[in-house]
């Protein structure tokens, strides 16, 4: 048995539906399993890695796991949902791990840098006894679903940082590869960084997506300090905020085009146009 943890997140539900499909036993890990629409042969279950009592159940004779955590950086001292994640997966005895991380894990000295060493530390210490294999991507194309509600009153969408450009990955990529690693072992013990095919300003995709949707879409520059405010009130601690600028700003990172999936799956990474003409119908077209 396979347990996907954010099973209906953008690589959890994406991972469900390959594993189903592939015929693997799956397990989709949801706080609402009630709501959520899994495919045939998917077993919908109950777990919080904020209640971290609720994962036995949810661990319970599972042999690999896929770990990911929503959690946003600082919000705790540490990132107690990835700790209660790999603790329940050890407790469980669950043998091979791939955990859902971000591009250059733990690299730096900052907040984040900080945050994220201590949760890929949880599934890669040896006192864990895991398989473990680790998915570092950068910027997900599907971000860009959240430009849904505005393209909903009007061409015009308010992105902050319109022009800095990132290779942004497919999550369904994501999700092949994750699927290879828990069905095959055959990626234990590697860290493998990836990207997409293109590097790309939100104002690119915006433009691209436009051309799908049949509709010329315009950016709206979100001012920096409005940006910031934006961050603040997602509940970012300042030192966090900062960070974030700092990386945003200052550096050119998650912008580099890597082989990573084309290595591993035998053929190219999906492109933001081949991502957006999949997903047309999340979006309206007028």
Request: hydrophobic residues 45%; glycine residues 10%.
């Amino acid at each position: 048995m396979i347990l996907v943890t954010g099973a209906t997140g953008h690589v959890g539900s994406e991972l469900v539906r390959r594993l189903a499909a592939a015929g693997e036993p799956v397990r989709a890990m949801t706080r609402r399993p009630a709501e959520a629409r899994f495919p045939a042969g998917a077993e919908a279950v109950y777990g919080d890695a904020a209640d971290p009592e609720s994962l036995a159940p949810a661990f319970a004779g599972v042999d690999g796991a896929f770990l990911m955590s929503a959690q946003a950086v600082g919000t705790a001292p540490e990132p107690t949902h990835d700790l209660a994640l790999a603790e329940a997966a050890q407790r469980a005895g669950v043998r091979r791990v791939v955990k859902l991380s971000t591009l250059d894990g733990g690299t730096g000295d900052d907040p984040i840098a900080r945050w994220q060493r201590t949760a890929e530390a949880a599934v890669t210490d040896p006192a864990r006894g895991f398989a473990w294999t680790l998915l570092r991507p950068g910027r997900f194309m599907s971000n860009v679903l959240q430009w849904a509600g505005q393209l909903r009153a009007g061409d015009e969408v308010a992105i902050p940082f319109a022009d800095r450009p990132a290779a942004s990955i497919d999550p369904a990529d994501l999700a092949e590869i994750a699927a290879l690693a828990l069905s095959t072992g055959e990626h234990t013990g590697a860290v493998h960084e990836l990207s997409g095919p293109q590097s790309l300003t939100p104002a690119e995709e915006l433009a691209l997506l436009g051309e799908v949707l049949g509709r010329g879409l315009r950016v709206h520059s979100v001012p920096i300090e409005a940006a910031r405010a934006g961050m603040s009130r997602y509940g970012f601690p300042p030192e966090v905020v900062d960070a974030i600028m700092r990386r945003t700003l200052d550096g050119d990172q998650g912008s580099e085009v890597l082989p990573t999936v084309e290595k591993v799956l035998g053929r190219p990474a999906r492109t933001f146009a081949q991502w957006a003409r999949a997903h047309a119908g999340e979006f309206p077209r007028a």
